[in-house]
T-cell receptor
């Protein structure tokens, strides 16, 4: 089955600096890669996603890159703010037996220091 | 758009009680809903996948008689934890998507239910 590795597990940055979270996946059948932000006591919220026919996508301060050949994808947050502090999960999705199969990374706890 | 409502947000009950958790898609038709369990500081563990009108597909190691899932309509799925025991205490989260079999559609998550069994 699919295996998604995510690192780092914790990340502390100064407010205004950039944060980068990296993930790798193992199954080339994965073709959709969403990123989620989870705040304490809440469910994960989709912040950005990328499909396998695209190499890069940007939405304001957030960008995601995908290298299909190397099977890795990354989340970039620029000009970080204290409200960016949360746990971030990457995921890899594929069609398995007619159904969506999503594998999540272990999560990265991001702390933005004011 | 794409709002998923999960209720209740927190449940505290005695051992042996059965607990029902509801997951509703408020502004879209959810052809597929997922139920996850999350342990403290851990990732999401998929318990089962539920397609509207059919039986849920459970992940290996998840007892289907313990965790009953019903997805009777395109906007509602329920998870019932039967005869709950302290080891069932956890954070349960549902998610929904609107494209059966479509791998490239996002899952939209509810805010979770914190279940505490005394």
């Amino acid at each position: 089955g699919e295996n998604v590795e995510q690192h780092p597990s914790t990340l502390s940055v100064q407010e205004g600096d950039s944060a980068v979270i990296k993930c790798t996946y193992s199954d080339s059948a994965s073709n959709y890669f969403p990123w989620y932000k989870q705040e304490l006591g809440k469910g994960p919220q989709l912040i950005i996603d990328i499909r396998s026919n695209v190499g890069e996508k940007k939405d304001q301060r957030i960008a995601v890159t995908l290298n299909k050949t190397a099977k890795h994808f990354s989340l970039h947050i620029t000009e970080t703010q204290p409200e960016d502090s949360a746990v971030y999960f990457c995921a890899a999705s594929m069609n398995s037996g007619g159904y969506q199969k999503v594998t999540f990374g272990i999560g990265t706890k991001l702390q933005v220091i004011p | 758009g794409a709002v998923v409502s999960q209720h209740p947000s927190r449940v505290i009950c005695k051992s042996g009680t059965s607990v029902k958790i509801e997951c509703r898609s408020l502004d879209f038709q959810a052809t597929t809903m997922f139920w996850y369990r999350q342990f403290p500081k851990k990732s999401l563990m998929l318990m089962a996948t539920s397609n509207e009108g059919s039986k849920a597909t459970y992940e290996q190691g998840v007892e289907k008689d313990k965790f009953l899932i019903n997805h009777a309509s395109l906007t509602l799925s329920t998870l019932t934890v039967t005869s709950a025991h302290p080891e069932d205490s956890s954070f349960y989260i549902c998610s929904a998507t609107w494209l059966r079999g479509g791998a490239d559609q996002p899952q939209h998550f509810g805010d979770g239910t914190r279940l505490s069994i005394l």
